[in-house]
Structures are given as C-alpha cells and as structure tokens.
C-alpha cells in the first residue's frame, strides 16, 4: 500500500535506534537512503549493508550534525549523485541528564546544538532543492518531552518543544511549495539511548505500568509512522506532531 518506490531519502543519526530503523524501512518501501552518524563506522556499514542487499542504494556520511559546513559538503555530493532529495528526516539527537541549578552551559548547549541547530542547518541547505523541485517531505523527530516537559532534562525538552514551533512554522512558510513539514514525538523507545535506564529491570517495569500500552516499543514502531507521514497517504497532512507512546500523554 504504501510505495515511495524512486524515492531519496536522507535520515540524520541513521547507523542506530530510530533512524536505522526507518533508514531500513524506507528501503523496503522502495527508497535509495542516505544516513548521516557520528562515529559508529560499523553500525552504519550494517545499515548500508542491509539496504543494498533490499536492492537500493545507500550512502553512508561520518559527519557531525553540529558541523554547518560538513552538513553542506554531504548534501552537495547527495544532490550530485542522487539530484534530489525528497525527504529529509532530522532524527540525530541526545538525552543527557540535567538538574537546573546545577546544570553548566556545556551541557545546555551541547544538547541545543545536536537536537536542535542541526535540524534548522539541515532545512537550511535542503529546503532550496525541495522548493526548486516543489515538493518534500520533512520530519523532524521531537519528543513526549517536548510537548509535556521533563523533570531533569528541562534542556533535552526545550530543545524538543523548540522544534515543534520550528516545524510548525516551516509548514505554513512552505505549503505553497508543495513541501509538507511535520513531527513525530516518540515517547520511550527501546534503543542504545535509554539502556542505561532500562538496566533497572524494576524502573523498566515501572516505565512500562505508566504507559496505557503497557509495553516500551522496539525502534521500528517509530519508523512506521514516519514512513506515513512521509507517502502520499499523509498527503493533507502538515504542520502536525503525531505522538507515538502507547497513549502516555493522556496519562500525566
Ligand atoms: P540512539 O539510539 O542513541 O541513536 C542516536 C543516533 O544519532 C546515532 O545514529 C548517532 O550516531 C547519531 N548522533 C548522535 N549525535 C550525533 C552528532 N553529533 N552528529 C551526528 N550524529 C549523531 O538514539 P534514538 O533513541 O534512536 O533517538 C533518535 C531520536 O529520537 C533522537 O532525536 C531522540 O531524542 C528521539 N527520541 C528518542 C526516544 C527514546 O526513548 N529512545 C524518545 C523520544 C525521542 P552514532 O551511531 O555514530 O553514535
């Protein structure tokens, strides 16, 4: 049913977690994929491996999603090899802890510079070729945390929240191009970001009571709904945060 067959798609912090997982699952809906990682060489070799042996394409770039000119470079050679991109996924990003008062500027700004510069560089460079083109597609991977807040990582939520408003925004600015912009704000997801959470056997119990679902979901219950919001079924579809947390937000 859903066939983005042609399609080239570029996913930021594709080696694991959530961007693997939809790197991959674009692949099976027919797309070329490019990743962008930090520094997991091997895990993006599997993830290039996985989806050249689907039958597409898969470029792989070792850049740092704070680093504005790198960003440019790799999008250049992906335009000169692919012509365009389609769609642009900003879902690169950290979760450190922070407890205000306490909190040094490093840690704010570290994270304001992964999670939330980084997707402002990305659209920055790609939104020209979507606008030439008149279409795109882009989602920007927020969080519960930015919608609701969090207790602890009050820097992790602004910079969240901080890209609902920036998506938001994008979408009315470029609907007359054809481009859709939208989010998708996971709630736990069972990837690399919370093992150290999830290590407490109890707490993870714990997680998983307090969310109506009663289940933390693997990393590709994520990528389904950025998949939708990316085909031509999610063609009305614009300026939206779709929350995918098994019904927590309704439970605070
Ligand atoms: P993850 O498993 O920790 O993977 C993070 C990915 O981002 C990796 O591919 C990593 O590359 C890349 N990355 C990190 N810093 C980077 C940088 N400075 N430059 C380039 N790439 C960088 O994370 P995840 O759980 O899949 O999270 C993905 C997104 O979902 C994040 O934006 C996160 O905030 C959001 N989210 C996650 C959860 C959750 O519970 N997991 C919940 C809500 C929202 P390397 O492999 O090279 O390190």
């Known amino acids: 049913m859903i066939n983005l067959s042609g399609a080239k798609v570029l996913i930021t912090g594709g080696s694991r977690g959530i961007g693997r997982a939809t790197a991959i699952l674009f692949a099976k809906a027919g797309c070329n994929v490019a990743i962008s990682y930090l520094r997991r060489n091997d895990a993006a070799d599997q993830v290039k ?14 850049v740092d999603v704070t680093c504005k000119n790198s960003i440019n470079n790799m999008v250049k050679k992906i335009i000169k090899d692919w012509g365009e991109i389609h769609v642009l996924v900003n879902n690169a990003g950290i979760w450190t802890y922070g407890e205000i008062g306490k909190m040094s500027e490093r840690v704010w700004s570290e994270t304001m510079k992964i999670n939330l510069d980084s997707v402002f560089y990305f659209c920055n460079v790609i939104v020209p070729y979507m606008k030439k083109a008149r279409k795109g597609v882009i989602i920007n991977v927020s969080s519960t945390a930015g919608i609701r807040g969090e207790a602890f990582h009050s820097h992790y939520a602004a910079s969240k929240g901080a890209i609902i408003a920036f998506t938001k925004s994008l ?43 009663k289940r933390i979901p693997p990393p590709e219950d994520i990528a389904g709904p950025i998949i939708f919001l990316s085909s031509p079924l999610a063609c009305h579809i614009t300026g939206e945060v779709l929350n995918v947390n098994g019904g927590s937000i309704l439970f605070v």
């Open 49 to 62: 491996q996985t989806i050249e042996e689907l039958g597409r394409k898969c470029l792989a770039f070792q």
């Open 171 to 213: 979408a009315i600015e470029l609907a007359p191009y054809n481009i859709r912009v939208n989010c998708i704000a996971p709630g736990w997801v069972d990837t690399d970001m919370c093992t150290e959470v999830f290590k407490d056997k109890e707490y993870r119990k714990k997680i998983e009571e307090s969310i109506p679902l």
